[in-house]
């Protein structure tokens, strides 16, 4: 119903978390084929469905970049389907993005086992819990364990440059200034911009 409705106002993207079972194999499998399925029964397909990367939490698929791409290999319609690389959630999955050095590592490390081909879109959110902490707790950018130079190594990567990057930071207003925290974001992402 989802895919049908986003297809039905031409959303190009639909983000969905993987799922979680006990058993990794498992639980890839019944994801390929609840994909399947829910592509099966879509009327037009014009929408993607991007899997997230996911921080490893509990018994979560897609905390390991292997565990999404083997979901992608498996499935029918390939075309059908892509990547978002959620920042907080790698991280906490223990993927180190905090330095130049680190985001080169992290970033060939994703396009040897996915693919930029298969990067979509990016959710922006600084990690509140430390590296490989498998805690999915999203902070403000530049405020949490990521930091600002981790997040200049995103914004000034030029294969970044055509990707919708989506805010999911704490909402609010300030305390100090009462300014919206999403703006407060957004301009903190931009002033990383070299």
Same mark, same amino acid.
């Given at each position: /119903?989802? @895919?049908?409705?986003?297809?039905?106002?031409? #959303?190009?993207?639909?983000?969905?978390?993987?799922? *979680?079972? $006990?058993?990794? %194999?498992?639980?890839? !499998?019944? #994801?390929?084929?609840?994909?399947?399925?829910?592509?099966?029964?879509? @009327?037009?397909?014009? %929408?993607?469905?991007?899997?997230?990367?996911?921080?490893? $939490?509990? $018994?979560?698929?897609?905390?390991? =970049?292997?565990?999404?791409? /083997?979901?992608?290999?498996?499935?029918?319609?390939?075309?059908?389907?892509?990547?978002?690389? !959620? %920042? +907080?959630?790698? =991280?906490?999955?223990?993927?180190?993005?905090?330095?130049?050095? +680190?985001?080169?590592?992290?970033?060939?490390? =994703?396009? &040897?086992?996915?693919?930029?081909?298969?990067?979509?879109?990016?959710?922006?959110?600084? *990690? +509140?819990?430390?590296?490989?902490? $498998?805690? &999915?707790?999203?902070?403000? #950018?530049?405020?949490?364990?990521?930091?600002?130079?981790?997040?200049?190594?995103?914004?000034?990567?030029?294969?970044?440059?055509?990707?919708?990057?989506?805010? /999911? %930071?704490?909402?609010?207003?300030?305390?100090?200034?009462?300014?919206?925290? !999403?703006?407060?974001?957004?301009?903190?992402?931009?002033?990383?911009?070299?």
């Amino acid at each position: /119903e989802e @895919l049908n409705r986003c297809d039905s106002l031409k #959303i190009e993207y639909l983000v969905l978390h993987p799922g *979680s079972h $006990q058993d990794a %194999t498992i639980g890839i !499998d019944r #994801i390929v084929r609840g994909l399947e399925d829910v592509m099966g029964g879509a @009327l037009s397909g014009g %929408t993607r469905l991007l899997l997230e990367t996911m921080a490893g $939490q509990g $018994q979560a698929i897609g905390g390991k =970049f292997e565990q999404l791409a /083997e979901i992608l290999q498996h499935l029918r319609y390939p075309e059908r389907f892509g990547v978002c690389l !959620d %920042t +907080a959630h790698i =991280f906490a999955a223990g993927y180190d993005i905090r330095t130049p050095k +680190a985001w080169e590592r992290s970033m060939a490390d =994703f396009d &040897d086992v996915i693919g930029f081909d298969q990067l979509y879109a990016v959710h922006c959110n600084d *990690s +509140a819990k430390p590296l490989g902490s $498998q805690m &999915d707790r999203h902070a403000h #950018i530049g405020l949490g364990e990521i930091g600002r130079k981790g997040f200049a190594n995103l914004v000034n990567d030029p294969r970044f440059d055509d990707l919708p990057c989506i805010l /999911e %930071t704490p909402k609010g207003k300030h305390e100090l200034d009462g300014k919206d925290w !999403d703006l407060a974001n957004v301009e903190a992402l931009r002033k990383l911009l070299r």
